[in-house]
């Protein structure tokens, strides 16, 4: 039995719950810091979407992340569960580190580990039959932390 098989939290219900949590929490952390006049201020990217867009899409990525990681979840596979949950905790420190504290660069350096896990975690998923999905619902993610990379990357370089 693995330690993320302990029978409380057998439950597939109780497992969902638990990722919709960490989800809503990482998504809560975001949300104490937010861009304000230090970022209105900064010279960004000329493809910088309106900023309406990032909560329309971080809440839909979000609910993805929660599902992929339920199917992770599901598998008791320590690697892979302890991996998204690492990259959520990134996740999460990603608004503190740009907003809350101005260091675009360290900014910058957690978008490439976030990447490279969620790249690690797309590839071991879809490379088993049963957590194919898992492995397909964060493809947006990844492509959306691409965009996030270059928006990051344009204000560390040119401001």
Request: hydrophobic share 55%; with cysteine.
């Given at each position: 039995?693995?330690?993320?098989?302990?029978?409380?939290?057998?439950?597939?219900?109780?497992?969902l719950?638990?990722?919709?949590?960490?989800?809503?929490?990482?998504?809560?952390?975001?949300?104490?810091?937010?861009?304000?006049?230090?970022?209105?201020?900064?010279?960004?990217?000329?493809?910088?979407p309106?900023?309406?867009?990032?909560?329309?899409?971080?809440?839909?990525?979000?609910?993805?992340?929660?599902?992929?990681?339920?199917?992770?979840?599901?598998?008791?596979?320590?690697?892979?569960?302890?991996?998204?949950?690492?990259?959520?905790?990134?996740?999460?420190?990603?608004?503190?580190?740009?907003?809350?504290?101005?260091?675009?660069?360290?900014?910058?350096?957690?978008?490439?580990?976030i990447?490279?896990?969620?790249?690690?975690?797309?590839?071991?998923?879809?490379?088993?039959?049963?957590?194919?999905?898992?492995?397909?619902?964060?493809?947006?993610?990844?492509?959306?932390?691409?965009?996030?990379?270059?928006?990051?990357?344009?204000?560390?370089?040119?401001?």
């Open positions: 039995m693995s330690n993320f098989d302990h029978p409380i939290t057998k439950s597939p219900g109780l497992k719950l638990i990722c919709v949590f960490g989800c809503f929490a990482a998504l809560s952390i975001g949300g104490l810091f937010q861009p304000g006049e230090w970022y209105q201020d900064l010279n960004r990217a000329p493809w910088n309106p900023n309406i867009v990032f909560p329309i899409v971080w809440t839909t990525l979000y609910i993805m992340i929660a599902l992929s990681g339920w199917i992770i979840a599901k598998s008791n596979q320590t690697t892979l569960i302890i991996l998204w949950w690492v990259q959520l905790a990134l996740n999460a420190a990603w608004s503190w580190l740009f907003f809350g504290e101005y260091w675009p660069g360290v900014a910058l350096l957690d978008i490439i580990l990447l490279g896990i969620v790249g690690a975690l797309i590839k071991m998923c879809r490379a088993q039959p049963d957590l194919k999905t898992a492995g397909n619902l964060l493809i947006p993610y990844f492509a959306w932390l691409c965009v996030a990379l270059s928006l990051n990357g344009y204000i560390w370089l040119y401001n």
